[in-house]
């Protein structure tokens, strides 16, 4: 409760973080992932970015709850229950770093880390009218989660900062980075006029995705207004027809990574979940898992049926998108694209939405640094947002627009009239 007022006046003396639980040990802390069958299991040692912010000064206050395994962008499990919006408790806060997403955009802390492998830091952070960041790939470390990460998978999966603040970023990242912040170009400074902006208004058309909503569209630009009109800067939209098929290169990628099967991470690597029987034990109200989890166990396997050139055809796709954004984007150019279609839909609906997370999951695979900005609410009073990508390295680039962002729109908007901003 009182985090908050602590924080505002030792700003700048001390920082705090209250990381989420699944994806990070925090030495005595819970470390369950969601799952039943780890209830009361605690971290026995810290993560590496948990280590060095404790090194930098920071207090682990408090772990936040998450999708089942962290695998899904809907905050549920049967160990700990639902996190709802604080803006309309009929809404999801996302996931899987939802708990997080919730603790800041209720004023509850004020910055945290989350891990990202399709949207998991930005889905969230947009859901609640914060900041998220899923840095270059590379650049932190991803070791000390559970469940484990496959060296295989790292490239696409990414811890990263969630801030109330666009100021708090760049510190956040300096300590995080470790001793790949020489990668970065943190303190270079950024002449926002000399920049290009690109953007595109939607994926191109997929037809599993929802149709991006007009309130999105229309924070978006506002943003593109605002640089055109104080920074001169004229935006370009542009078409990479590859953005259509952003679920199945991601889906690809995943493919390729030798990481161990949902199922057996559901049990702990004790063999494999049945699957099928889970799934009548879910319809009788008898099952220790959530139905998204099942669901994504029974994808795995259908997904197991692509042909290896068909997975090969859409890997190959993926690395031409990327060397793409590396030319269109070079050392000056921002991307600007929704971060998700649509606000926070209500609970449950992501069941018929599940491809919706395409609209962050295809920077994993690209490797490039996205930053979800918040942008104000829409007339049903929840979050708009942006979403700024950057070629690799030029995370400063995101972290520049933030700050203008917050700057012109507000930032983050307090939920309730009892907490003072």
């Not at 020489?182 to 995705?209: E, I």
């Amino acid at each position: 409760v009182f985090s908050p007022l602590i924080y505002e006046c030792s700003r700048y003396l001390i920082l705090f973080v209250n990381p989420h639980f699944v994806s990070l040990c925090i030495l005595g802390l819970v470390l369950s992932a969601g799952l039943v069958s780890r209830k009361g299991v605690k971290a026995e040692e810290d993560a590496e970015v948990v280590a060095l912010l404790r090194k930098a000064g920071a207090i682990p206050i408090a772990v936040s709850n998450v999708s089942e395994l962290c695998m899904w962008w809907e905050s549920n499990n049967n160990l700990y229950g639902r996190t709802r919006n604080p803006y309309d408790t009929s809404r999801t806060v996302g996931g899987s770093s939802g708990g997080e997403g919730c603790l800041l955009g209720a004023a509850g802390s004020v910055i945290s880390i989350g891990s990202d492998i399709g949207g998991s830091i930005r889905i969230p952070a947009f859901f609640n009218c914060v900041f998220g960041l899923k840095p270059t790939s590379g650049i932190l470390s991803n070791a000390g989660k559970y469940p484990p990460a496959h060296e295989s998978i790292c490239p696409y999966l990414s811890m990263g900062p969630l801030c109330r603040y666009a100021s708090d970023l760049k510190p956040l990242l300096k300590v995080l980075a470790g001793n790949n912040v020489s990668k970065l170009h943190l303190d270079k400074k950024v002449n926002l006029s000399q920049l290009k902006v690109y953007y595109m208004d939607n994926d191109g058309g997929n037809p599993h995705t929802t149709k991006v909503h007009p309130e999105v569209l229309g924070a978006q630009k506002k943003v593109l207004l605002h640089f055109e009109n104080n920074f001169g800067i004229k935006p370009l939209k542009v078409s990479l027809i590859n953005m259509k098929s952003a679920f199945k290169m991601w889906n690809s990628k995943m493919m390729m990574t030798k990481h161990p099967s949902f199922a057996s991470e559901m049990v702990e690597g004790n063999g494999e979940l049945n699957t099928y029987m889970e799934l009548l034990k879910w319809c009788f109200k008898l099952s220790d898992h959530t139905f998204p989890a099942i669901g994504l166990s029974l994808f795995e396997k259908l997904r197991s049926c692509q042909s290896p050139e068909e997975t090969q055809y859409f890997v190959e796709m993926c690395d031409r998108l990327q060397l793409e954004f590396q030319e269109l984007l070079g050392d000056d150019g921002v991307f600007l694209y929704p971060p998700h279609p649509e606000p926070a839909p209500c609970h449950n609906e992501p069941v018929f939405k599940f491809s919706n997370c395409v609209y962050t999951a295809v920077f994993n695979i690209l490797q490039l640094p996205a930053l979800q900005c918040p942008v104000g609410l829409s007339q049903a009073g929840v979050p708009l947002g942006v979403q700024v990508v950057a070629a690799k390295y030029n995370d400063h680039l995101t972290l520049a627009f933030a700050t203008e962002i917050e700057k012109a729109f507000g930032g983050w908007i307090n939920p309730s009239n009892v907490v003072v901003n």
